[in-house]
């Protein structure tokens, strides 16, 4: 069984930062992917930011050079910095990654719970 737990939400004043944090575990063989993305009730899940397993990243145009996605591939973790924060970032946000399970090279996409992320004065 593969598992992804998130961790650091928050409610934060606008101009304030967070760390949002994901940990995967259970029978992991690889992970390809990981990613972060974000929704609100009514709106369509958005897509943030990814990051290979080489550690090449990529961002939608509303958070670049405000936030900045890493992993770490020894803990298999994936983490989102998120600085200069607006009232419009506030969302619950979702982990994700792309996981190959003991014994097989075929992966899937995992998600974790989501946690809620608010900006606000």
């Known amino acids: 069984q593969v598992q992804l737990v998130e961790s650091g939400g928050g409610l934060v004043q606008p101009g304030g930062s967070l760390t949002l944090s994901c940990a995967a575990s259970?029978?992991?063989?690889?992970?390809?992917?990981m990613a972060w993305y974000r929704q609100n009730p009514g709106k369509q899940r958005e897509l943030v930011a990814t990051v290979t397993s080489g550690g090449s990243t990529n961002y939608t145009d509303s958070v670049k050079g405000r936030f900045t996605i890493s992993r770490d591939n020894a803990k298999n973790t994936v983490s989102l910095q998120m600085n200069s924060l607006k009232p419009e970032d506030t969302d619950v946000y979702y982990c994700?990654?792309?996981?190959?399970?003991?014994?097989?090279?075929?992966?899937?996409?995992?998600w974790g719970q989501g946690t809620q992320v608010t900006v606000s004065s």
């Open positions: 994700n990654a792309d996981i190959a399970r003991s014994g097989t090279w075929k992966t899937r996409v995992y």
């Open positions: 259970g029978s992991i063989f690889v992970i390809t992917n």
